[in-house]
């Protein structure tokens, strides 16, 4: 046998250590690069040709593209970043509000008091009006949120 066989014993701790930490370094390098490749996709400030610019800076020349965003850009980062963050709050608060609303939100006599105020201020019709009422009263009536009862000619 003439090549040198290494054992787990062959490779010293701080040179664990070392691979340990620039490998951490590295998934660090990946992760800072997709946050700001996503904050520059996010920023509804810069215009296609900004958002362009510098997605090339900083594909073509990583390190040094990185390093100027975060001088140039990196303040904004945050504000973009909690902006979305709550922009995206509020449409699943929206969400919530809105199936809630249609589950349990308003009862056969609500909608009954409803469909009757539509009728007396000419909205709908007799004719629509007994249509809607017989569908609230099965159970299948119109949702919380329409604000006419489908009529018997229109289908989709």
């Known amino acids: 046998m003439t090549g040198h066989t290494y054992l787990a014993y062959d490779y010293p701790l701080l040179s664990m250590f070392w ?21 520059i996709f996010r920023d509804d400030a810069l215009s296609g040709w900004g958002k362009t610019g ?28 909690i902006a979305h963050a709550q922009a995206r709050q509020r449409a699943f608060d929206e969400y919530v509000r809105d ?12 909608e009954l008091a409803r469909l ?23 159970g299948a009536g119109p ?6 009862p489908p009529s018997s000619g229109s289908r989709v």
Do not use: C, H, Q
């Open 19 to 39: 691979t340990l930490l620039w490998f951490f370094l590295w998934i660090m390098w990946f992760i800072l690069l997709f946050r700001i490749i996503g904050d």
């Open 143 to 148: 949702a919380a949120g329409a604000s006419t």
């Open 54 to 81: 510098w997605l090339i800076f900083v594909i073509v020349l990583p390190f040094l593209g990185v390093f100027v965003y975060l001088i140039a850009r990196g303040k904004g980062m945050g504000a973009r970043e």
């Open 116 to 138: 009757s105020e539509m009728r007396n201020r000419g909205d709908i019709d007799d004719d629509e009006f007994r249509r809607a009422k017989e569908l609230v009263l099965s």
């Open 99 to 110: 199936r809630a609303g249609e589950a349990g939100g308003r009862s056969s006599a609500d």
